[in-house]
Every structure is written in C-alpha cells, then in structure tokens.
C-alpha cells in the first residue's frame, strides 16, 4: 500500500500532536531546521508542512481521549 505525501505529512502530525500535545509545531520546525542545516531543503519544506499540519490539528477540537477536555 502507498501513501501520499499528503497523507504521510498527516501521519506525522498526528504522531507529534499526541507525544508533544501543544509543541508539536514546535517539534517539527525544530525537525525542519535540522534537516536545513544538513543540506536537505526538501526535507525542510516537508517538516514545515508537518507543522503547519500540527498546528491545524491543534485548532480543532480536542479528541475524546485527550486529557485536557
């Protein structure tokens, strides 16, 4: 089974919301830059995208299981 990378950038997002709750842009601008400074500017444009994604995430309403609801 492929994914896109839409959906992975989604995955992703996702995984860092629920291990970092509310840093989870944070975490992948962190992971973005990482990937700058190592020559890989694909790779950076990607993980601001998982940002962007996180931060999307985060505006929506909490999930039934999430401790701050």
Known sequence: ??????????????????????RAPAA?????????YANDPEGHDVWQRVAEAAERLLSEAPEIDDPRR
């Open 28 to 36: 992948a601008r962190q992971h973005a830059m990482t990937l700058k």
């Open 1 to 22: 089974m492929q994914i896109s990378l839409q959906e992975a950038i989604e995955i992703h997002a996702k995984a860092l919301k629920k291990r970092h709750r509310d």
